[in-house]
């Protein structure tokens, strides 16, 4: 199994951008779809953004298109997103999640690795 540990978390006013970063180690990060998922109080967890393992597909939540990004550095191990626009709803703990395939998945079982998450809180 790979281990994942996010970094990039914190406060931000509503329409500021913040960059999550997820460093992976343990494995060959080339085998393992990466993906953010995040989970508000009282919801279920949901999948944000999927990035298969050369970046060629993506898998983003209709709440983020066009906001979010979803990328990835096979060379350093690590996994990023983006978000832009931010909005109080996305209000959340986001989780860096790792799975081995090559066909994005949206859902978040399956994924077998996960990190302890990172607070984002957007004011209004």
């Known amino acids: 199994q790979v281990q994942v540990e996010e970094s990039g978390g914190g406060l931000v006013q509503a329409g500021g951008s913040l960059r999550l970063s997820c460093a992976a180690s343990?494995?060959?990060?080339?085998?393992?779809?990466m993906g953010w998922f995040r989970q508000a109080p009282g919801k279920e967890r949901e999948a944000v953004a999927v990035i298969n393992w050369s970046g060629s597909s993506t898998y983003y939540a209709d709440s983020v298109k066009g906001r979010f990004t979803i990328s990835r550095d096979n060379a350093k191990n690590t996994v990023y997103l983006q978000m832009n626009s931010l909005k109080p709803e996305d209000t959340a703990v986001y989780y860096c999640?790792?799975?081995?395939?090559?066909?994005?998945?949206?859902?978040?079982?399956?994924?077998?690795?996960w990190g302890q998450g990172t607070q984002v809180t957007v004011s209004s």
């Open positions: 999640a790792a799975r081995r395939g090559i066909i994005v998945v949206s859902t978040p079982r399956g994924y077998d690795s």
């Open positions: 343990g494995r060959t990060f080339s085998d393992y779809l």
